[in-house]
Structures are given as structure tokens and as C-alpha cells.
């Protein structure tokens, strides 16, 4: 069916109607993900240009080109669209739509409507929080920590939290589809251990969408609630509580972090797998620790309160538990380096992005049991060293996994090759870019420098600087990619069906693939990643 010399162009989910209503009103999969990809792409693109306007005025200690006031709603736009709009929904909503029908060798997720209709909230939610940020701004941060945002800020707070809201529904229905998706509509023979490890990853994911975003969006919801009706929740001067707003944000946000990180882990062990050419070791502790992840995440949101005068008790508890959260992404971790000991490594810019995710979210991961160490906390909470920790894995782990996943399946959803070098040259440019970035933070925290404010004592400038000539470096990369992709969609090289030499029923239908996915329903018959082992000792 792929072979080429026929002169009949074969159809596939691209070409087989080009209009833009059929793609409005597409019920494919594969289509809705590539409507993520578009949308989130331009919302990663606003909260970058936020990024880059906040460290041009960090170059200078004093506040010279943003007033104080304007400085808080830039990172606050920056923070509520790059979380809520872009990381969140990144891997699950693009790649997870893309791959997990084909992966499993289904023709399509369980709700093919429902899904269509996620992809409509989720845009009309960016939309209402672009419009927010723009006309009014928000200062409050993207915490919309109480009672500065329900009683005090004279900013757009509810319509943006409004948008949050409309699009927390979003992320519950592409869960609910997944979950659904991956329990019924497996291939015959694709059992739950046979299941490629992305799939798990996804898993874990939708529970946490399933079971945490309507915490979040109720908790929003009652923030709107208090600004529009002034019942007292979190006001105290109302009788409310503050601290009982932080207790149900992170409740959500701190499981949440693990909506951002989970599905990158998934991408992280396809790629170790296919450029090592080995099964993945300890294939079952891979996959339980995705599922330990998102129940053992939803049990230390209390590490974001250790300075808000919770009890001692809760704290040393909290701070007990997330020790313990560490343990299943240090599993993944010994088990990706043990795939890549012994194995027959490659180094094509996907597997690149993959080390470089490693090496990134060892750091970020390493440097979070210092916060979570109830003394470490006190002087460093709500200094640069938090910033530096969280963008280490949001920026270093989740970007650099979707970056690995993007090239490696590049090829299958557009049916083109980028150009080699190039994937290698931008891989190496993000990872200084982003080092330089972060790295100085790390320092600057520890000196004491507090987040969020557009000034600073002149001695910390050299870090300062240090860091914002990363982001440029960073930015440099991000368009090298953008550019290089975007030139591949028309003048890239046609792409064979498994240009890695890749597992996985995605692989075995054709590129790109056809509408219905498969031609005939596959049927399973191996292990994930059955890569020949017989290879030791070969170069
Ligand atoms: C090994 C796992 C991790 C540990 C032990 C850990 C620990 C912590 C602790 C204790 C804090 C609170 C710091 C403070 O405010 O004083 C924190 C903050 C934060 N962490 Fe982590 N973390 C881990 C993984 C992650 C992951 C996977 C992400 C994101 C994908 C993440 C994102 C964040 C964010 C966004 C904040 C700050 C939120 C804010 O105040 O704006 N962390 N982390
Ligand atoms: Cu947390």
C-alpha cells in the first residue's frame, strides 16, 4: 500500500479534503491534533514574546522600561497563557490525539464529537484570556493568590479565570476520552503490558485531568463569585479564608505540574527506546510509576504552604510525601540511563532533545527536594530559586519533550524529513540557550533575589544579564526549529513510513496516515519495543 511507482496519490487524513470547513468540522483525530498544534503554537508564541519583554527589563536594575505596574501583568500573561494555554495542554492534546488511536490500533478516540468540541472550549478559553490580558491585564499572577485577587485587584481577574474555567473542561473531556479510548478500543492482541509506555504515561495523565481540573475550576470559579457578589470565601475582612484558596489551588497545580511533565516522560521513553534499539528496561516499573506519580502527586500540594503558617505537623508530613513523589521519577530515570547502557545508541536530534530532558529534569527534579526540605524553604520560597527549579522542568523537561516529539513524529504527521543538521543545530542551541537562561537564577535565588519584581539591587546585574542573553539564545533556537519545520511542510523530502526503524503500530500504517489510521485492523502479536537483542558487543 505505501510502495511508490503507482501514479495514484494515495489518500491519506491530509489530503483527503482540503477545505477549510472539513477541517473545522473534522471528527479525526489526527486533525483535531493538528488543530492543537496550531492554536497552542500561537499561544506559545504570545507567552514567549511575554518572556522576552520581562527579561529585557530585568537587564537593568532599575524598572526603565515597563512601569511596576505593567511589569505585573506581562508575567502574569506570561505565566496563565504558558501554563493553562500551552504546557498543559501540549503533549496530551497535540501528540496524545495524534498517536494514542494509532498506537493502539483503533480507528479513532472513543468520542470523536466530544473531542472536536474540547478543541472549540479550549480555544474559546484562550481566546477570552488573551482578550483579558490584553484589554485590562491581570497583576495578580497565575496563582490568583486570594484576597489580592478576589477582593483588591482593580484588574481583569474575572474573565480571565473565567477562561481558565471554560477551558478546565477541555482537559477533563480529553482525559475522559482517553481513558475511555485506551480501556475499550484496543487492538486484538494489545494488552495493557503490551501497551507502548506513551500510552501509560497518558494514562496517568487523563486521571489527573479527570480527577483534579474540577477542583481548580470550582476554586476559580468561587474567586469570580467573590469579585462579583462579595460572598466571603477567602476575604478574611468577610469572614473568609486566604490560606483555604492556596489549600485548593494547589491541590489542582501541584498534581497539574504533573499534566505538564507525565505525557513528556511518555515521549522521553519511545525515543530511548527506538535510539538505543532496545526494549525498555524494567518495562512494568516504567509504566507503575507514571500511575504512582499522579496518586502520589495529589497527596503534597502542602509543600507550597510551608511558609503560610499551616501546622508543623502538615508541613513535616508534606514534606515526607514529597520526598516520596520523587522516587517513581527517579525509576524512570535509572531505567531510561540502564536502556541506553549497553544499547546501540544514535544520535538523531529527536534522541538529542531526549538527553537533554534528562540531564534538565534531573536538575529541576534534584533541586525540588531542597524546597521540599522544610528548612531549605524558608529562604528560599518565592525567590529565583523556585522560578529557576520549575522552569528547569516546565521549560528544560516538558518543551524539550515536545520538541523530541515533534521531530520524531514529524515525519509520520506531515509525510516529510526536516533537515537532519539542522534538528541537531537547534537541540544544541536550546540547551545552551536554556542553561544560560536558568542557571544564573539558581544563584541569584540563593543570594536572595525575590520573583516578581522589576527591579533589583545593582550587584545582582551581571546574573541578571547573564540570563537574559540566555533567553536570546533560547528564542534563537526555538526559530531556528519553527523555521526549519515550517520549510520541511513544503520542500522537506518525502518520508518513508519508519524512518527510525521504530516499534509501534503507529509506524506500521501508512505516512501519513490514512484517514481510517489502518487499512485492516492490525492485530498484536509481540511486546512493546521488541527490538532484536542479540547484539552485544556490536558497535
Ligand atoms: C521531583 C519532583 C519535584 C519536587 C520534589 C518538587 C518540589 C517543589 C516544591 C517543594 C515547591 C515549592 C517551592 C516554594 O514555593 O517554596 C515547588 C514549586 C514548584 N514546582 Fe516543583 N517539584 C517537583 C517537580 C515539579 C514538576 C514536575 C513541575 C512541573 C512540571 C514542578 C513545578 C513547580 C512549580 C510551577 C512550582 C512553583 C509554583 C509557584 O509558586 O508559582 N515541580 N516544587
Ligand atoms: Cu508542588
Not at 459 to 479: C, K, M
Request: charged share 10%; glycine share 10%; hydrophobic share 50%.
Amino acid at each position: 500500500m505505501t510502495e511508490p511507482g503507482g501514479k495514484t496519490v494515495q489518500k491519506n487524513y491530509l489530503n483527503a479534503d482540503y477545505s477549510i470547513k472539513s477541517w473545522l468540522f473534522t471528527l479525526d483525530h489526527k486533525r483535531i491534533g493538528i488543530l492543537y498544534l496550531l492554536t497552542i503554537c500561537v499561544f506559545f508564541a504570545i507567552g514567549g514574546t511575554m518572556a522576552a519583554l520581562i527579561r529585557l527589563e530585568l537587564l537593568t536594575p532599575k524598572s526603565d522600561f515597563f512601569t511596576s505596574d505593567t511589569y505585573n501583568k506581562l508575567f502574569t500573561l506570561h505565566g496563565v497563557i504558558l501554563i493553562f494555554f500551552f504546557l498543559i495542554p501540549s503533549i496530551p492534546a497535540f501528540l496524545g490525539n495524534f498517536l494514542i488511536p494509532l498506537m493502539i490500533g483503533a480507528r479513532d478516540v472513543a468520542f470523536p464529537r466530544l473531542n472536536l468540541f474540547s478543541w472549540y472550549i479550549f480555544t474559546l478559553g484562550g481566546l477570552i484570556a488573551f482578550g483579558a490580558l490584553v484589554v485590562g491585564g491581570v497583576d495578580t499572577g497565575w496563582t490568583f493568590y486570594t484576597p489580592y485577587s478576589s477582593s483588591f485587584a482593580q484588574t481583569a481577574v474575572t474573565a480571565t479565570v473565567a477562561a481558565a474555567f471554560i477551558a478546565g473542561f477541555s482537559s477533563i473531556f480529553t482525559g475522559l476520552n482517553f481513558i475511555v479510548t485506551i480501556h475499550k478500543m484496543r487492538a486484538p492482541g494489545m494488552t495493557w503490558y503490551r501497551l507502548p509506555l506513551f500510552v501509560w504515561a497518558h494514562y496517568a495523565t487523563s486521571v489527573i485531568m479527570v480527577l483534579g481540573t474540577p477542583v481548580v475550576a470550582i476554586t476559580l470559579f468561587l474567586v469570580g463569585l467573590e469579585r462579583v457578589l462579595g460572598i466571603g470565601i477567602f476575604d478574611p475582612a468577610k469572614g473568609g479564608d486566604p490560606i483555604l484558596f492556596q489549600h485548593l489551588f494547589w491541590f489542582y497545580s501541584h498534581p497539574a505540574v504533573y499534566i505538564m511533565i507525565l505525557p513528556a516522560m511518555g515521549v522521553i521513553s519511545e525515543l530511548i527506546t527506538c535510539f538505543s534499539h532496545r526494549k525498555i528496561f524494567g518495562y512494568e516499573f516504567v509504566a507503575y510509576s507514571s500511575i504512582a506519580i499522579a496518586i502520589i502527586g495529589f497527596l503534597v500540594w502542602g509543600h507550597h504552604l510551608f511558609t503560610s503558617g499551616q501546622s508543623r505537623f502538615a508541613s513535616i508530613v508534606f514534606s515526607f510525601l514529597t520526598f516520596l513523589v520523587a522516587i517513581p521519577s527517579a525509576v524512570k530515570i535509572f531505567n531510561w540511563t540502564a536502556t541506553l547502557y549497553k544499547g546501540r545508541v544514535r544520535f538523531e536530534s529527536p534522541m538529542l532533545f531526549a538527553l537533554g530532558f534528562i540531564g534538565l529534569f534531573t536538575i529541576g527534579g534534584l533541586t525540588g527536594l531542597y524546597l521540599a526540605s522544610l528548612g531549605m524553604d524558608i529562604p528560599l520560597q518565592d525567590t529565583y530559586f523556585v522560578v529557576a527549579h520549575f522552569h528547569y522542568i516546565m521549560v528544560g523537561g516538558a518543551i524539550m519533550g515536545f520538541l523530541g516529539g515533534l521531530h520524531f513524529w514529524w515525519p509520520k504527521i506531515t509525510g516529510r524529513m526536516y533537515p537532519e543538521a539542522f534538528g541537531k543545530l537547534s537541540a544544541l542551541v536550546v540547551f545552551i540557550g536554556f542553561n544560560l537562561t536558568f542557571l544564573p537564577q539558581f544563584i541569584l535565588g540563593y543570594l536572595g533575589m525575590p520573583r516578581r519584581y522589576a527591579s533589583y539591587p545593582e550587584e545582582w546585574q551581571v546574573l541578571h544579564v547573564l540570563s537574559s542573553a540566555g533567553a536570546s539564545i533560547l528564542t534563537v533556537g526555538y526559530l531556528i526549529t519553527a523555521t526549519y519545520l515550517i520549510w520541511s511542510v513544503f520542500c522537506g523530502e518525502k518520508a518513508p513510513a519508519n524512518p527510525w526503524g521504530a516499534k509501534g503500530l503507529e509506524w506500521q500504517t501508512a505516512t501519513p496516515p490514512i484517514p481510517d489510521n489502518f487499512e485492516h485492523r492490525p492485530i498484536v502479536r509481540e511486546e512493546a519495543y521488541a527490538y532484536e537483542e542479540n547484539v552485544k558487543g556490536a558497535a
